[in-house]
């Protein structure tokens, strides 16, 4: 495994979309990090895909290049139970075969198109296979032989298109 941990990449990861976000974008990625150490990108807002094929896109990608962890980063709409109010917020989750970390911030948009996240907890886990989201690196999702040539020729197109490269 490389010196960065899987902690240590969420908290990077939570940095950079903090950045991000002052500057009013939330982004939709993945970055992978090999055992060498080098971090790779997958821009999810160019996938097309229902969420099925994403997840084996992003697992076929993840186990191609090599990664020992990754992070996925994604704003996603909550509604609350009892108000029935939809509340935006920021889900970041970094995982291993072994393990994970995740957190999510509320999201609040300023008038000038910052927006800030307002932390609203942490959880980690041993138990990537069971939990959405931290599975990537698991058996939890399969790409059969058959579908490899498919995922295959999708990364290589997404590659052509730069949503998929070494992470800057």
Avoid at 53 to 61: E, H, N
Avoid at 76 to 85: A, I, M, Y
Avoid at 109 to 138: N, V
Wanted: hydrophobic share 40%; with cysteine; charged share 25%.
């Amino acid at each position: 495994m490389t010196a960065i941990t899987c902690e240590v990449l969420f908290r990077q990861q939570a940095a950079w979309y903090q950045a991000q976000a002052a500057e009013g974008r939330l982004p939709k990625r993945v970055i992978g990090l090999t055992a060498t150490g080098r971090q790779f990108e997958i821009k999810l807002e160019l996938l097309t895909l229902g969420p099925f094929q994403k997840d084996k896109l992003i697992k076929y990608i993840l186990e191609t290049e090599g990664a020992e962890c990754y992070a996925y980063a994604t704003p996603v709409r909550v509604e609350d139970q009892e108000t029935g109010k939809v509340n935006e917020q920021v889900l970041i989750v970094c995982a291993s075969a072994e393990d994970y970390i995740g957190g999510s911030w509320t999201v609040a948009h300023a008038a000038e198109g910052a927006i800030s996240l307002k932390p609203l907890g942490e959880w980690s886990g041993r138990d990537p296979g069971q939990t959405p989201g931290t599975w990537f690196l698991t058996d939890a999702i399969v790409v059969n032989e058959g579908e490899k040539a498919y995922y295959a020729a999708l990364r290589t197109e997404l590659r052509e298109k730069g949503a998929v490269g070494d992470a800057g």
